[in-house]
Structure formats: C-alpha cells, structure tokens
C-alpha cells in the first residue's frame, strides 16, 4: 500500500458527458501516472506528472486530460466520454526506495460510458 | 513504440503442474517487472529485475532477465490454486531520469489453477 486512493472507484456515465477521475497519494511522490487497462491490451499509459503543474502524454491520451495542481492530487477529466472509454482507470506512483525505482498502483476506477 | 509479446494469454492446468509465462521484446530494456493482479484489485509487484542473465526466485517462482534484457520468464513450480490470477510483465526505460519511471506493458497471462 502506497497510500494511493482513487475516486469514484465505480461510475456509469453517459456519452457525450464529462468525466474526472481523482486520484489521491499521501507520501509526497513526485512521479505520478495514469493507466488504463483493457482485456487484450494490458496496461497502456494515459497521461503521467513529474511535478506540480508538470504534465506529458502517454501512448493512448486522445480524448484525455490532466491537471496536477498540488503533489497530493493527479486528476485524470473525460471532456466528452464515448464508449470506447470504458474502461478500468488505475492510478500508479513512482518510489525510490531500496531495491530501486518501484511503481504502485492504485486499485482502480471502473468507468462504464452508456 | 516499444513492445512487449506476452505469452501464453491464457494458461489452465491442474494444482501440482509446473508452468512458464514468457515476455519477449525486440527492444533493450532497463529492467524488467512481474506483477500479480486479482479481480477487482490493482496489479501488485511481484519482482524487479534489472541486470542481464538475472534469476531471482520468490518462494516457488522463478523470474529470469534474458542475456540482452529484451525478454524474460516466470517459472512457477507445483501451482496451487492460490496461484490463480493475472500476470503481467512491464519493461522500464534504460534511464529513469528521461523515462519519467514510464512502464510498458504485456498484455497479460491469465493463469487459472484447479484444485
């Protein structure tokens, strides 16, 4: 446990509708990411933060942004769910510890668009 | 883009049975992760390696880094049921600073082990 909460851990919306999944550390990391997951896919990279305010793209981030605007919150925003956006949205930190670089991941926000 | 071929996708065979998850890349990659999920939770680490002809054994699971860090293996020896799960492997980026810790993923091996 990294101390990453994630919110709303389920949520059927919508198309057409926004969307803003939260996601919450407690241990001061600095890196942060956004990843969803799809069966097939494993794991793709949305967006990721290296700092307040520092944000860049990952490899699926069409349709997708973020906002960091203090090191304890990363916010992933749907402008306009589609379908095609269901998903499983889990959040991850990166620590430096011992043993190295780690990534922890949050449990999860299942996004069902309608 | 980097890739990682993950295989086999899916895996079921019987509490006692060996079994081996391969991932395979074209490209070098700096260290090499094996995650376990479970339904409903978030994937969880299971092993980093990060040097070339690596072994690192976790209880009955063997992981190995390929010689040229593009591919690797998970052994598992006498599965049980509690085995069962999502496994995946993630590739990191030779240098970490310019990375960003960004991961590549597998797609995944859904391992069922039955009693």
């Known amino acids: 446990d990294a101390g990453i909460t994630q919110s709303p851990r389920h949520k059927v919306t919508e198309t057409g509708t926004p969307v803003t999944l939260r996601c919450h550390q407690t241990e001061n990391h600095r890196y942060m990411y956004w990843y969803r997951q799809d069966p097939g896919h494993g794991l793709r990279l949305i967006h990721y933060s290296y700092g307040v305010k520092d944000t860049d793209k990952g490899e699926v981030s069409d349709g997708y942004s973020v906002s960091r605007s203090k090191t304890e919150d990363f916010l992933l925003t749907l402008e306009s769910a589609t379908s095609s956006q269901t998903s499983v949205y889990f959040c991850a930190i990166r620590s430096k510890g011992t043993a190295g670089n780690t990534i922890y991941f949050g449990e999860g926000s299942w996004l069902t668009v309608v | 883009t980097q890739l990682l071929e993950q295989s086999p996708q899916f895996l079921s065979i019987q509490e006692g049975e060996n079994l081996t998850v391969y991932c395979n890349s074209s490209?070098?990659?700096?260290?090499l992760q094996w995650y376990r999920q479970e339904p409903g939770e978030g994937p969880v680490l299971l092993v980093t390696?990060?040097?070339?002809?690596e072994v690192k054994k976790l209880k009955r699971l063997t992981f190995q880094f390929g010689d040229a860090r593009k591919d690797s293996s998970l052994h598992i020896t006498a599965a049980q049921p509690g085995d069962t799960g999502l496994y995946l492997c993630a590739g990191g980026l030779l240098n970490w600073g310019t990375s960003y810790g960004k991961l590549t993923f597998g797609q995944g091996t859904i391992l069922t082990v039955h009693p």
């Open positions: 390696v990060v040097t070339g002809g």
């Open positions: 490209s070098v990659f700096s260290s």
